[in-house]
């Protein structure tokens, strides 16, 4: 089954203990990307990759890193977490080939707590 | 100003109805312009891309596109309950997405 899984799913932590949550996706996609949503202001881009190694800053991308080593994985770290990190964030990936982003999934959220 | 503007709703409707959903945007560069469907607690789904104006059909749902004036649009024809959820527009340039806020709808039975 084609799926992006995150992990964890819930995580509820202290300001400055460093956390990563996982990305996954079994289907050799290039694009990967990380997002947060908060209430009323819809999905934020934190960073995106275009394939290995290959990493770019989105919207919101102070307070993140991320790593592309391989293929599948693009882990989101937050090396010094802060209560304004509290939020909904969901990874995606998505085929390149061609210029076609019909295949895209999102992962099923993390929703994170910094306290 | 945001790059994305998006009509804010909520919308409710009688099923049936024609729905409409709107976003500006206000950089050139934008090159592919794409709808998604989120239901509550879930990830958004991708529901229609595309990269020119004119406008673009699947099944109920048509994606329009006005390059000149800035404009997306996402019309749901003959809409069901099953259609409520928050519907996000999003516009793409190279890697970097940038999204509008939401509408949700509520369709009625």
């Known amino acids: 089954e084609a799926q992006v899984t995150q992990n964890p799913r819930y995580l509820i932590t202290v300001t400055g203990k460093k956390l990563t949550v996982t990305c996954s996706q079994n289907?050799?996609?290039?694009?990967m990307s990380w997002y947060r949503q908060d209430p009323g202001l819809g999905l934020r881009q934190i960073y995106y990759s275009m394939n290995v190694e290959v990493t770019d800053k989105g919207d919101v991308p102070e307070g993140y890193k991320v790593s592309r080593k391989e293929k599948r994985n693009f882990p989101l770290i937050l090396e010094s977490p802060s209560p304004n990190q509290t939020s909904l964030y969901f990874c995606?990936?998505?085929?390149?080939?061609?210029?076609?982003?019909?295949?895209?999934?999102f992962g099923p959220g993390t929703r994170l707590t910094v306290l | 100003q945001k790059e994305v503007e998006q009509d804010p709703g909520p919308l409710s409707v009688p099923e049936g109805a024609i729905v409409s959903l709107n976003c500006t945007y206000s950089n050139s560069a934008f090159q592919y312009f794409m709808w998604y469907r989120q239901y509550s607690r879930k990830g958004p789904e991708l529901l229609m891309y595309t990269y020119s104006s004119g406008n673009k059909e699947d099944g109920r749902f048509t994606a329009q596109v006005d390059k000149s004036s800035k404009y997306i649009s996402l019309f749901i024809r003959d809409s069901q309950p099953s259609d409520s959820a928050t519907y996000l527009c999003a516009i793409k340039e190279a890697g970097k997405s940038t999204f509008g806020d939401g509408t949700t709808l509520t369709v009625k039975p």
């Open positions: 289907m050799n996609h290039e694009y």
């Open positions: 995606a990936s998505s085929s390149l080939a061609g210029v076609s982003y019909n295949e895209q999934f």
